[in-house]
């Protein structure tokens, strides 16, 4: 039948494209880093973080020693997060909990 074909194709189709969509969740976190000298540990920090798989975005301050972290909660955890910045001599703590990054609509501050 030849609808019917068409109408499993479509329901295939979208499915391919939904699935992967609804898995990948983005997740924003910010850490507290103790332990930097300069602006170049900061850097260094960020180029590691920027390295792991399923990190979105990076930008640590060396003036505020925050990290904020753009991830996909699917793909990284929190704890390979913090172990990152530790096995590069700092300390790691979260500051507020994941979010999920809006899009539509800012969370209130
Ligand atoms: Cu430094």
Redesign the pocket.
Known sequence: MKFGRLALELTLISFLILVPLAWSKEVKVELKISG???????K?IETQLAKLPGVKAATVS?ETATAIVVYDDTRVSLRKLKKTIEKSGFKAEVKSKPSERATSRQAPR
Do not use: P
């Open positions: 930097m000298l300069c602006e170049l540990c900061a260094g060396y």
